[in-house]
């Protein structure tokens, strides 16, 4: 049975940090494609970062060299940095698998069968 279990939101201020994990069970996680979507409040949900099992990785351009995707396989989780944050990366961040290769559409939310319940994000100025 695949579970995504997601943890390290919170608060932080602009320009702070955070690290989001994404703990996965039934699966190992360097074994699928793996992303983070997230969904701020009236907002569609759209991907953030991504990576697949040939290590390739995709980002939004609004996260773009700010926050990194890895996978840690020793844990089997993947994590998300998020560095130099913006109000605007205020949403709930929600942790992603999906069993295909994929490469052209790693951050089309229709790509991912398997979702974790959230983890809400909340940046002030």
């Known amino acids: 049975q695949v579970q995504l279990v997601e943890s390290g939101g919170g608060s932080e201020q602009s320009g702070g940090s955070l690290r989001l994990s994404c703990a996965a069970s039934g699966f190992n996680v360097s074994t699928f494609s793996m992303a983070w979507f997230r969904q701020a409040p009236g907002a569609e949900r759209e991907g953030v970062a991504a990576?697949?099992?040939?290590?390739?990785?995709q980002y939004a351009d609004s996260v773009q060299g700010r926050f990194t995707i890895s996978l840690d396989n020793d844990v089997n989780t993947v994590s998300l940095q998020m560095n130099s944050l913006k109000q605007e990366d205020t949403a709930m961040y929600y942790c992603?698998?999906?069993?295909?290769?994929?490469?052209?559409?790693?951050?089309?939310?229709?790509?991912?069968?398997?979702w974790g319940q959230g983890t809400r994000v909340t940046v002030s100025s």
């Open positions: 992603a698998a999906s069993r295909g290769m994929w490469t052209k559409f790693l951050l089309r939310e229709r790509s991912y069968t398997y």
């Open positions: 990576i697949n099992r040939d290590g390739l990785t």
